[in-house]
C-alpha cells in the first residue's frame, strides 16, 4: 500500500541529546515537511524540501536539521539548541508544492 | 501577512448540523484545503475548494468565497466519530510549497 511512515511513534530525548525523526513516503511525491504541533495550536512548518537534496528553512527551523537524500526519505534531527522539544511531530508530502499534503501518523516526542 | 481564524471549539448533538467558518487574509490565493484530525491522529484531507461555491461530498460540504475571504466546512448528520479538530489550511503563493494552517476548531458531538 502507498503511504507515509513515521518512526518512533514515541521517543524520548535526555536533556543535550541529538535525536532523529524518520519519515518514509512510497508514494512518489516530489516534496515533503516537517511539522510541528503543540496542544491547541495549529500546525507549524519546520523544515520543507521540494527536491532531492534540497530544502529549506520554514518558519521554525532553530535547533532542527534535515537531510534529503533520498526521494522516500526525509529524516528530521532535533539537536541539543532546541529547548523545547516537547510536541507532536508530524510529516508530509505532496506530489507538488501547494497540491494536498497527505500525512504520516506523527511522532510524540518528549524530554525526559 | 498571513492569517487564517477558525472558531476554537463547537458542540453539537448527534444527528445534528454543525458549519465550522474559516476566514483568511492571503497576499495572493491558489485554493483552500479542509483537514480533520482526531486526537493524537495525523491529519486528514477532506475537501480542496479553488472555485466559489459549494463542493458536496456526502455528509461533508465546503464552501468558498474569494471574495470575501471565507469558506466553511458544513457536517451533516453528526456522528460520534466526527467529534476531532478541522483545521482550515491555505498554500501560500509567495513561497512554493509552504501551507498555512488555522489552529484548528475542535467539534465536539454529544449524544
Known amino acids: 500500500d502507498g503511504g507515509i511512515t513515521q518512526s518512533p511513534k514515541y521517543l524520548f530525548r535526555k536533556e543535550g541529546q541529538n535525536v532523529t525523526l524518520s519519515c518514509e513516503q512510497n508514494?512518489?511525491?516530489?516534496?515533503m515537511y516537517w511539522y510541528r504541533q503543540d496542544p491547541g495550536q495549529g500546525l507549524r512548518l519546520i523544515y520543507y524540501?521540494?527536491?532531492?537534496?534540497?530544502?529549506q528553512k520554514g518558519d521554525i527551523a532553530e535547533g532542527y536539521s534535515v537531510s534529503r537524500e533520498k526521494k522516500e526519505s526525509f529524516p528530521l534531527t532535533v539537536t541539543s539548541a532546541q529547548k523545547n522539544p516537547t510536541a507532536f511531530y508530524l510529516c508530509?508530502?505532496?506530489?507538488?508544492?501547494?497540491?494536498?499534503?497527505?500525512f504520516g501518523p506523527g511522532t510524540r516526542l518528549l524530554v525526559l | 501577512g498571513q492569517n487564517i481564524d477558525q472558531p476554537t471549539e463547537m458542540t453539537a448533538t448527534e444527528g445534528a448540523i454543525v458549519q465550522i467558518n474559516c476566514t483568511y487574509q492571503t497576499s495572493g490565493f491558489n485554493g483552500l484545503f479542509w483537514y480533520q484530525q482526531h486526537a493524537g491522529e495525523a491529519p486528514t484531507f477532506l475537501s480542496y475548494n479553488v472555485l466559489d461555491g459549494l463542493e458536496e461530498k456526502g455528509r461533508f460540504s465546503s464552501f468558498l468565497s474569494r471574495s470575501k475571504g471565507y469558506s466553511y466546512l458544513l457536517l451533516k448528520e453528526l456522528q460520534m466519530k466526527d467529534s476531532a479538530s478541522y483545521l482550515c489550511?491555505?498554500?501560500?503563493?509567495?513561497?512554493?510549497?509552504?501551507?498555512?494552517f488555522g489552529a484548528g476548531t475542535q467539534v465536539v458531538v454529544t449524544p
Open positions: 489550511a491555505v498554500p501560500l503563493t509567495d513561497s512554493w510549497g509552504k501551507f498555512q
Open positions: 508514494l512518489n511525491h516530489d516534496a
Open positions: 524540501s521540494q527536491i532531492v537534496n534540497d530544502f
Open positions: 508530509a508530502s505532496s506530489n507538488q508544492g501547494g497540491e494536498t499534503q497527505y
